[in-house]
């Protein structure tokens, strides 16, 4: 039907419709648009000159720490959370940051800063040993200052749950989650095939980690270490 054939009612809903119509492609537009200059999380990889030099500075980092707690090397898993710090802090003083969807947030220093906070407090708190590092120590308060400043300016790209975390880290009434308990059996009913053995339960271990740290962590960040991404993997 022509508009000119049309009752003014329904010229009217015709113009409603096409504004509409206009107004949903214009959104479509500007997404795709955001899409092609937002990378995906996992697919990101950062400027190969920042790369470098926060690669050089967590390899720093990471090798004071060992020293100061009188280790060759760090554990893998303390090895990844003080990269975490490390980059986060190296990344929020230097500007190292990238807006990425799927998870939507930002990365600082090739990480999720409030995730990063929370993974780095549980361990702490589970395996207190890295804060005998005078380095580590230090860094560790100054990180978490500096992702509670940072969630102030970006509310829209933290976590709520997790700076509430952090800010009861620093206010000193951070509670640690007690882990998932064993459903307990009657002796008379536990099998020898119901017994998991020592290989076993160092994969239950090693899934657990890597599904609490990789959906948060930025798991392909370059700073990461060769065996830290292998024991995550499950190919260590």
Request: aromatic share 8%; hydrophobic share 35%; proline share 6%.
């Amino acid at each position: 039907m022509k508009l000119s054939e049309m009752t003014s009612e329904q010229q009217e809903e015709k113009r409603k419709y096409d504004r509409e119509a206009k107004q949903r492609q214009r959104a479509k537009e500007k997404t795709e648009r955001m899409l092609r200059i937002i990378p995906n999380a996992r697919d990101y990889r950062m400027p190969e000159e920042q790369q470098n030099k926060l690669g050089q500075h967590t390899h720093i980092v990471t090798k004071t720490v060992a020293a100061e707690l009188g280790v060759e090397k760090l554990s893998d898993p303390d090895q990844y959370i003080t990269a975490g710090v490390a980059s986060v802090v190296f990344g929020l003083e230097n500007q190292v940051t990238q807006i990425v969807y799927q998870p939507n947030g930002m990365l600082v220093g090739g990480w999720f800063p409030d995730a990063a906070a929370s993974e780095a407090i549980e361990r702490v708190h589970r395996f207190p040993s890295l804060l005998q590092s005078t380095t580590f120590a230090a860094l560790y308060n100054r990180f978490l200052q500096a992702v509670v400043k940072w969630s102030k300016k970006h509310e829209h790209y933290s976590t709520p749950e997790f700076i509430q975390e952090v800010e009861a880290e620093i206010a000193g009434t951070y509670v640690l989650r007690p882990l998932p308990e064993l459903r307990k059996q009657e002796p008379n009913k536990i099998q020898a095939s119901s017994v998991p053995s020592e290989a076993e339960i160092l994969e239950q271990g090693r899934i657990k980690l890597s599904n609490q740290l990789q959906p948060q962590f930025h798991i392909h960040d370059p700073n990461v270490s060769p065996d830290a991404r292998r024991f995550l993997d499950g190919t260590l």
